[in-house]
Nanobody, 112 residues
Framework: QVQLVESGGGLVQPGGSLRLSCEAF????????IKWVRQGLGKERELVAT????????DYGDSVKGRFTISRDDASRTSYLEMNNLKSEDTAVYYC?????WGQGTQVTVSS
């Protein structure tokens, strides 16, 4: 059974950092583009970052450029989203999308 499990979310103060993880279970092949998407309360879903396979190309949404970094480790079947200088507007549920599957999401709350 294929499953994506995100982790690493939580409550952080503005200016702080978090690292989200997305671990893939049950994949026979991880060679797919990975996307991180977020959705804030009452907001539309927003594409945060994309990484190609095997990871040479990375693209970011304008609102996170220079602050977030996406990466992947296919050997461990894990993708990471490093988030720095977090702002209140980064508050959202963050989801990873990999191989046609969505994770359950992890909540990130940026607040003082």
């Amino acid at each position: 059974q294929v499953q994506l499990v995100e982790s690493g979310g939580g409550l952080v103060q503005p200016g702080g950092s978090l690292r989200l993880s997305c671990e893939a279970f049950g994949f026979t092949n991880t060679a797919y583009i990975i996307k991180w998407v977020r959705q804030g309360l009452g907001k539309e879903r927003e594409l945060v970052a994309t990484i190609s396979e095997p990871g040479y190309r990375k693209d970011y949404g304008d609102s996170v450029k220079g602050r977030f970094t996406i990466s992947r480790d296919d050997a461990s079947r894990t993708s990471y989203l490093e988030m720095n200088n977090l702002k209140s507007e980064d508050t959202a549920v963050y989801y990873c999308f990999w191989g046609g599957y969505w994770g359950q999401g992890t909540q990130v709350t940026v607040s003082s």
